[in-house]
Nanobody
């Protein structure tokens, strides 16, 4: 299984970025997908998750209303659209996949991980 994130970078506060995560080696349409982030010196934290069809999404309170998770099962790709970015959003962002909805919001339980992509928001 391979999850490859892309789309990170440096952006000014108030700006936008769109992260992508391309999956291979798993039945993508049968896996729940999530995004997590980890800032220096902090524990990895949940950002957003999406169910198989894309009809159900859940977000951390800190990003609700600013970030949108989506997926394209035909392309085996999950996205994270990040708007109104703040300096506190600076972190390495990771894509995760799991077979259980009950696990996808908990980083210690996710089955598969990408290598991460750096997002830096300047003030």
């Amino acid at each position: 299984v391979q999850l490859v994130e892309s789309g990170g970078g440096l952006v000014q506060a108030g700006g936008s970025l769109r992260l992508s995560c391309a999956a291979s080696g798993l039945t993508f349409s049968m896996h729940y997908m999530g995004w997590f982030r980890q800032a220096p010196g902090k524990e990895r934290e949940f950002v957003a998750a999406i169910n198989w069809s894309g009809g159900i999404t859940v977000y951390a309170d800190s990003v609700k209303g600013r970030f949108t998770i989506s997926r394209d099962n035909a392309k085996n790709t999950v996205y994270l659209q990040m708007n109104s970015l703040k300096p506190e959003d600076t972190a390495v962002y990771y894509c995760a996949a799991d077979s259980y909805w009950s696990d996808i919001q908990y980083y210690k339980k996710c089955d598969y991980w990408g290598q991460g992509t750096q997002v830096t928001v300047s003030s």
